[in-house]
């Protein structure tokens, strides 16, 4: 009975630690592991191996990311659902002001970003360009506000169409909390007050 | 004679399309798309529908009706995120953000941004690899090296030569063709058509691939027909007295034949 035990935790930690190489290292070319991948490596219960996996990086500020293909859904995903998905793994819980500057980018570059991203989610996911240039040109020198759109775009936090439409791309999907963002800038002067006390803390 | 004036089918068109440019351009401008009153438009599609009997004008209401139903889409889809807890005033959004300073602005995305963490490391095992691909990876000016043609002294050939070799053929291929179609007509007898396999088969299977071969350049440009008893499982070839073009074929099918080894020899065994 022991030795059965034994046996199925030595198959567990093989699986995740097969788990953590598939989700750290980029194999495509963009990061991150589909459902599907998982299930062919990992096998058909590669979702209860993520979830052990989940718990181990929680305690190192880290987490597992699943981003659906389509809308995220309401009840428990389907294994198909899971399948199409993309999994990766992300820092949990937002970065601290001195961490942000260790991830490369200048304080106007995240400024942007975030006026990109939450001006299209006000708009519903889709904003001609001109509006974001226009946006960003307040506070930012024209040639930046072009060369920091590009690099958003590059990056894969937004997408443009044909027709000059700015979109959120994958990297927002799976990298940002939406709710969280529009709540924070739109909260009350306490919470921001808050927020920036604890980040220059 | 009706009192009522009915209305000109020039007004019409001009309405279907600017009812048309209207919906477009909510789509596309992303505008608020309960400014379309889709009602009062409907009732204009109703009125002009009677009138349309060109299957331009039946298009222009179709397409009306497509794009109007899309606008009805962009609503459903306008209340539903209204709903949601991501729906923000973008005007109020906008103040906010132009009352920020850059640096406040970055501060509070942090708190919701999550990048995605990835590892590059080389392995000791990578590195053992790489190093066996260099061991054997030729150098450049190996690799790159012309290579250099053969010398070979002139000379003359002959024709036969030529064809032994297979660089030219015996006879022009629609010569060959003409030769095949008029054995075909030799052979088909009274009934005016001959078994498949009994015209294509040949002493040799070499030579029957070649006679199935060109009987299919027979039957695709038009000098002979087949006809297939699917009952039977017969196929029968039937020679036209003049060349038909293909133009004048109702339908062009393909039909594929497998001329095996086996098959052949069966043939030859019941022939």
Redesign the interface.
Known sequence: MEARGLKRKAYYARRIRRAARLL???RHRK??VKGWELRRSLGSDYPKILDILDNYLDKLG??I?TVFEEEKPAEKPTLEQLDKARF??????????K??RL?GWR??D??G???A???I????G???RQEIED?LR??LPGWRADMNLQRYIRSGYLVEDE?G?LYLDW?TR?????????N???GGEEL?KK??EE??A | MSSEKRPSKKLGRERLQRIIDLCRSVEERGLDPFIVDVEDLIAVIREYFPQWELPEDLCLDAETINQLSSVIKHQSDWVKHRSTSLYTDPFLLEEKIRRLSGGELASLFIRAWNPIVEMEQLSLRGLVEALSYWQSLLPLNERWAKAIPLERGMGATTREELIRQRLMVEKAFSEELEVLWTELKERVGKEGKIRYWDFIGADTYEETVERAYMTSFLVTYGYATLEIHKLEEEVFIKPFEKPESLAEKKEVISVPFSIGEEDWRKWKQGA
């Open positions: 750290f290292y980029r990061p991150g880290l987490q990311k990766y793994v992300t820092l949990k819980g937002g970065l601290e002001s961490e942000a991830i304080i106007d995240i400024a970003l975030a006026i991203i939450s001006y989610i006000a708009k519903k889709k904003v001609p946006l307040v506070k027709g439409q990297r799976a990298e940002v909390d939406q709710e969280k963002l529009v924070l800038l739109l921001k927020t920036l980040t220059e």
